[in-house]
């Protein structure tokens, strides 16, 4: 894929981290239309299956943390408690109300950002893949901008488990509304390399397709990416090698992009006034790859210790680690 790599619009892009989700409840369609008015260039969809084989844009492949599902169905929780938007059909998830994300504390639910819009306000829903890339494309029409998709496929290995095939479900619905290849105004994210490898490999080129595809880098313990045993328990493996000398190479083989936790590049452990960087951004660049770490938030408890402020952030990593966009919630 290198050599046909297409160049956003301008140098440094911004890209709204699941809509212009500082300000209103994540993967909303408000959110969205929020974000496209504060036109970044590129919107990004996290998006899970149903248990009816529909996509919907949803950053967690389960339902509690956003939405009412335990009140509405208190008896659809697996053993480990949760609500999994694979055992929901679209239909059943159109009834749920979405709110601000909340943790459990003490048996209370309590917002993860206490500064941003408040839980149970308002009314939210769960929007289809394909409600949202509609929307986008109809102001792209009616404010004449070009923002762009910049899809992520949420843990396939999952899907792959519940005998779905999401990526192939994603690139069906992206065909189908005109994202086709690397000219088309869109990035393709997902944390698995090895599916990340299968959609450049035999998905695309079997549907005729050839987009542009990024490989998310986290660290192993997230569990992002993960393997069933014998037994049917999941194991999160190791990528390593990505990080080691010739990994950019290999990543190069296959994605036009990374998309790097943002202490990959700068250091947290860095004091104010010394800057620490890695050599990752030099290294994708080297290899002709474009460098769009995440996630940048300005709430007040998210701004490291090296910086002052919000600004003082996006400085470090636009100018001095020459990033070229990044992932934001205040987009
Ligand atoms: O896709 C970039 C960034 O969104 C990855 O983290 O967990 O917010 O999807 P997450
Ligand atoms: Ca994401």
Redesign the pocket.
């Known amino acids: 894929s290198m050599g046909a790599v297409a160049q956003p619009n301008t140098d440094k892009i911004v890209i709204a981290?699941?809509g212009a989700s500082g300000y209103l409840p994540e993967h909303t369609l408000p959110a969205k239309a929020l974000a496209y008015g504060m036109k970044p260039d590129y919107i990004?969809q996290?998006v899970v299956m149903t248990k009816d084989d529909k996509l919907v844009v949803l950053?967690d492949h389960y339902l509690d943390r956003v939405t009412n599902v335990a009140t509405l169905f208190p008896d659809r929780a697996r053993k480990d408690g949760r609500y999994y938007a694979i055992d929901f059909t679209l239909a059943e998830i159109k009834q749920l109300s979405v709110t601000e994300g909340f943790n459990i504390k003490e048996g209370k639910q309590v917002q993860g950002f206490s500064e941003r819009f408040p839980i149970w306000k308002s009314h939210f829903t769960v929007p289809t893949f394909q409600e949202e890339i509609e929307m986008i494309q109809g102001l792209n029409k009616t404010l004449g901008y070009d923002i762009g998709l910049?899809p992520?496929i949420?843990a396939p290995w999952f899907h792959r488990h519940e005998g779905k095939d999401i990526s192939k479900a994603v690139l069906t619905v992206l065909k189908q509304y005109g994202y086709t290849d690397k000219n088309s105004n869109i990035y393709l994210?997902t944390?698995d390399f090895n599916e990340l490898k299968r959609i450049n490999d035999q998905l695309m080129p079997a549907m005729g397709m050839d987009l542009n595809l990024v490989q998310?880098m986290?660290e192993t313990d997230w569990n992002?990416t993960m393997v069933y045993d014998k037994l049917g328990k999941a194991h999160a493996y190791s990528y390593d090698w990505m990080f080691k000398p010739g990994g950019m190479k290999t990543l190069s083989q296959y994605a036009d992009g990374i998309?790097p936790w943002k202490p990959m590049i700068v250091k947290d452990s860095s004091t104010l006034g010394h800057i620490e960087l890695t050599d990752m951004v030099k290294n994708a660049h080297a290899n002709g790859m474009v460098v769009?770490p995440?996630?940048f938030r300005a709430d007040k408890d998210r701004i490291p210790a090296y910086v002052k402020d919000y600004n003082g952030m996006l400085e470090v990593f636009y100018n001095q680690a020459d990033v070229d966009g990044v992932?934001t919630d205040f987009p």
Do not use: P, S, V
Request: aromatic fraction near 22%; charged fraction near 35%.
């Open positions: 981290h699941r990004e996290d950053h910049y992520e949420k994210q944390f998310l986290a992002e998309g769009h995440y996630t992932f």
